[in-house]
């Protein structure tokens, strides 16, 4: 099995394989930078997500919202407020 060095943990470590959630650019960068033990971590992330924001999963904004997460959660993109159902906006700045 190939090794990486995880992006969120830092560590060599085995790919991740297939991750059935994601595609396109963003399936390509989780298995690039992902590893088994850090994806394990995630997916108890994203049920919290999930359940916590009561994200719709037939909604394809929850797909974005989701990518975006993943993404931040694996040190691979900006971490960003997303717009999530229940929440409250972040303070604007004069």
Known sequence: MAVIVCSRCGQEKEVLGATAFYTGEVREKLLANACRDCWQEWLKVQLMLVN???????????????????????N???????????????????
């Open 52 to 74: 916590e924001y009561r994200l719709d999963l037939t909604d394809p904004r929850t797909d974005e919202i989701l990518d975006q997460q993943v993404l931040a959660f694996f």
């Open 76 to 94: 691979l993109g900006e971490p960003d407020t997303p717009d999530l159902p229940g929440s409250i906006p972040p303070p604007h700045s004069e």
